[in-house]
Each structure stands twice: as C-alpha cells, then as structure tokens.
C-alpha cells in the first residue's frame, strides 16, 4: 500500500488520498500517511510535525506487546525460583533426624524433585518467552525503520509538490521501488 500511494501521490493526489483512506483502519502505514497528507496544503516544516506526530501516536500499538513479554520474562524464573524454595522446605519438613526410614527418603527426594521441575519449568517458560520477544522486537526495529524510510520519501515528495518543482523519472523511480 505504501509504494503505491508513494508512486501515486506525485500524479494524482485524491487517489493517493482514497487509497489511504480505505486502508487506514488495518494498517499503521495509511494511519500515518494520512495524516499527513490530509494537511498537504502546510508548508513542508508543518507537514514534517504532522507526519512525526502520526508516527509516534502509532508507536504504542507496535510496543504493545513488550510490557507483557518483559513481565512473562521476570516472572516465569521467580515462580520457579518459588517453586524451588516449596519444594526445599517440603524436603526438609519431612526429614526426621532421628529415623532413618524409607519413607522419610521418598518424601525428601520428593521434595527435591518438586524443587527441580518447579526451577525448569520457570526457566523454560522464561526463554521461550524470551524468543518470542525477540521476534516481536525485531519486527518493532523492521517497522521503525520503514516508517522512517517511507516517511522520508513522503516528505521529498510533498517537498517537491509544495514547493513546485518536479522529480525527474529516475528520482520517482527511486521512491517507487526502494
């Protein structure tokens, strides 16, 4: 949608516009733009607030996620570390100094094998989390990043209508395709 309304703006306007304004509900990209270009007729240093401004009011649904990776991330090992501790305790509440008997052992060994699985499964559910969210967070960079290349190529194009001089072919051709 985003190379589109870049190949289309410099020609005509209100498709680039309608473009936008039927992709805006689903994509951040048409958010943004639309923004900025409901305001073309400001000068190029307006329109450039315009468009950061859009930009960051959209940068909350991309963050969305982290808060709730990063809990996930600090709490699985601490409820593990939880677990650790119960299963420690419950070992050393069934020893019985005094009476070496068989089931004294099962519980203590119980005990710290409630302790071993409770620590695992914290630290399992804490890395798997923990590529999830680094996924998520690269895609977060990835989408930063095109924000700011097509942004910029939003702006030279509203530059050069603004301010009345064309692009030529190869320069259009070079915002059409990158």
Do not use: W
Not at 33 to 42: M, R, S
Not at 104 to 126: D, F, H, P, R, W
């Amino acid at each position: 949608i985003v190379r589109d309304v870049l190949r289309t703006y410099p020609h005509d306007f209100d498709a680039a516009l309608l473009k936008l304004k039927k992709k805006c509900r689903f994509y951040q990209f048409a958010r943004i733009f639309l923004e900025a270009l409901e305001v073309d007729h400001f000068p190029p240093h307006a329109f450039r607030l315009t468009l950061e401004g859009a930009t960051q009011a959209e940068l909350p649904m991309l963050r969305r996620f982290n808060s709730i990776f990063d809990m996930i991330i600090t709490a699985s090992p601490l409820l593990g570390l939880l677990g650790t501790v119960l299963g420690l305790i419950r070992s050393f509440a069934s020893l019985n100094l005094g009476n070496v008997g068989s089931e004294s052992a099962l519980q203590v060994t119980g005990g710290i094998s409630e302790a071993l699985v409770s620590t695992a499964a914290g630290l399992i559910v804490a890395v798997v989390t923990l590529l999830f969210a680094s996924v998520f967070r690269g895609f977060y960079r990835r989408q930063i990043a095109a924000i700011q290349e097509y942004g910029s190529q939003l702006e030279v194009l509203h530059l050069s209508r603004h301010e009345g001089f064309k692009l030529r072919n190869d320069e259009l051709n070079n915002y059409e395709y990158s």
